[in-house]
């Protein structure tokens, strides 16, 4: 992945050059990153400009441009304006240079992307831009170059500049998703990208898959496997396909990686009972965690790594706690209800995202880390299951059993925009997020 | 001279003569004890043979007994292997706490462990659908120790049993309803 992007960089001409006095720098106004979703911002994005005059230039600059629609809409912030209402021709050079401002404010646009394609040599070249249309202001404009199969790499780079212009934060572009799905006919390990885009099988099994969590630099994931005919835990480095396996009697489950750090919290239950342990990347017992009679399952890492939440039965049914590691002070989080489970730390640090139990079915809810809360995200359709952030913290991936089969969905950490991520043959389950890839 | 004839006479026929009768005489009585022995041997071996095919009506009689004996033994104790294996335990929602109806049940399976010292088995704890994955996990295992402990109290070996937790993997019953989340929350027994 670096190399290829090292190759890419090679290849790309940022057209900052051409532009460089008029680059926004300090756009961070733009999305209110305190509720971006309130009010989401009107965006066009034309048809890119074929410069190649072939049917192929043609087609991939109409497909690149919904491709780059999709992937900014996918992020909660934007409103696509119907093409069908722009006041200027698909293909106008006027949507490429001299934009007329005009044409844009008076739709209601107060962004624009405007793009061009030309593929000459089995190469594409594609000049992307976007604008703040009432202040008239070039935000960013970039030349990539890569081989044709390279366009969606080539629009998730520019779509995570324009959101580094925006917010000032990265993107989640370069970010994917692990789960589990019943595709095969028993429970397996996938991935796919951010948006649902290429899943792959990652585990090659007959046994029982479970809970993957993936490191914070995103090379190693862990899971739980029956592949020795018992629930053990599997640390895997992705790209070498070697690891260790924790196979400790009974209980070897719930993985959760320390923030930077090759070592990881998890379950294991070989005392006669559940308990939460700290473990070296090999599997090696740091030190326990968690002292009490009954379930303790379920760590998740706050992001400077000093807190757990954890779910436990101590108080008489599975609630939300969270455990200062540094003092060793653990407190109840979560009051409301009777089946409190699946912390997941929002990226931020402030919040948390768990499933709770009523009547039966669960749903997303979100806590303040002092308690505040909780705020109900899913809400009378069907059952919803095991939250997990994107490293930007503004989207939250869960699963949910709404049209029949589990499946995945994606929501705003608002709980608006509500969409399925993927179809698949079977049921999907437990999706984890991935850490931003680019330093992988 | 003449007297000497008469001698020799009476001695070589007379006195044979004689000696003829006699054994003639003999022979007759030796017949007829012989012909009441035979009959007498015949009338043994007539109640031998009867006492000999009773007893052997007796023996398979007997064979029989024992044999349906041990197929009842064996039946039983096929029945009582298999209600080892086939009877579950079961639970309340989210309680790895055993019922009187459990604990019978585990009386019984614990008899049998012990009835079996050559025996181990697995004690597979299972959960309903209605949790989360992983705290179900947590909640099988749970479920399953409960079992294993009351059993060791019973005096089976707690090296003879081993758990494992498939939580919510593997419902007996696909159903989503009540009466499937309750077969649901079970401890299965397998015989390693």
Known sequence: ?440 | MRKKFWIVLALTIVIPGFLFTASCAKKAVKEESMASQQAENEAAMKAKEAAEKAKQEEMAKQQAMEEENLKKEAMMKQEAMDAFVNEDIHFDFDSSTLTPEAQDILKKKAQWLLNNPDKSATIGGYCDERGTTEYNLALGERRAASAKAFLVDLGVPASRLTTISYGEERPVDPGHNEAAWAKNRRCHFVID
């Not at chain 1, 209980?251 to 294991?268: D, G, K, R, S, V």
């Not at chain 1, 706050?302 to 108080?315: E, L, N, T």
Request: charged share 20%.
């Open chain 1, 1 to 440: 992945m670096k190399n290829y992007w090292i190759k890419l960089f090679g290849l790309t001409l940022t057209l900052s050059i051409l532009a460089a006095p008029r680059v926004y720098s300090a756009g961070y106004d733009y999305i209110d990153i305190t509720n971006p979703f309130l009010k989401k911002i009107p965006i066009a994005v034309p048809f890119f400009k074929p410069i190649s005059t072939d049917t192929a230039t043609d087609q991939l600059s109409k497909k690149a441009s919904d491709l780059l629609a999709e992937t900014l809409a996918f992020t909660g912030y934007f409103e696509i304006l119907n093409r069908k209402a722009f006041l200027i021709g698909p293909g106008s050079d006027a949507a490429v240079a001299n934009v007329n401002f005009h044409n844009w404010t008076s739709i209601g646009a107060e962004l624009l992307v405007t793009g061009a394609v030309l593929i000459e040599n089995n190469m594409i070249e594609m000049e992307l831009r976007l604008y703040d249309t009432f202040k008239e202001k070039l935000l960013v404009g970039k030349r990539y170059k890569g081989y044709i199969d390279d366009q969606r790499k080539i629009i998730r780079r520019f779509c995570d500049e324009a959101i580094y212009a925006l917010t000032g934060r990265r993107g989640i572009f370069d970010t994917e998703i692990a789960f589990i799905s019943t595709s095969s006919g028993v429970k397996q390990l996938y991935i796919c990208d951010f948006d649902g885009y290429n899943p792959r099988r990652i585990t090659h099994t007959n046994s029982i898959t479970l809970m993957p969590a993936w490191s914070s630099d995103g090379k190693w994931i862990a899971y739980t496997s029956y592949a020795r005919g018992k629930p053990d835990l599997y640390i895997k480095l992705l790209k070498e396909k070697r690891g260790t396996v924790i196979s400790k009697t009974g209980l070897n489950i719930t993985p959760a990686w320390q923030p930077n750090e090759f070592a990881l919290a998890a379950t294991l239950s070989f005392s006669g009972d559940p308990e939460i342990y700290l473990l070296t990347g090999a599997g090696k017992i740091i030190k326990r965690l968690t002292y009490n009679k009954g379930i303790d399952v379920s760590p998740a890492w706050s992001p400077d790594g000093k807190k757990i939440a954890f779910v436990s039965r101590r108080s008489g049914t599975p609630q939300i706690y969270i455990k200062d590691l540094g003092t060793g002070q653990v407190n109840r989080l979560t009051f409301q209800g009777n089946y409190n489970t699946q912390p997941s730390w929002s990226p931020r640090g402030d919040k948390l995202a768990y499933s709770g139990m009523e009547n039966g079915l669960n749903n997303i809810f979100l806590i303040g880390i002092d308690g505040k809360g909780p705020i109900q995200l899913t809400n009378n359709e069907g059952d919803n299951e095991a939250p997990s952030w994107s490293p930007d913290g503004n989207l939250i991936v869960f699963s949910s059993t709404r049209e029949g089969p589990s499946k995945i969905y994606v929501m705003t950490s608002y709980g608006t925009d509500q969409r399925k991520l993927l179809d698949m043959k079977g049921q999907q389950s437990e999706p984890e997020w991935s850490p931003r890839m680019t330093d992988r």
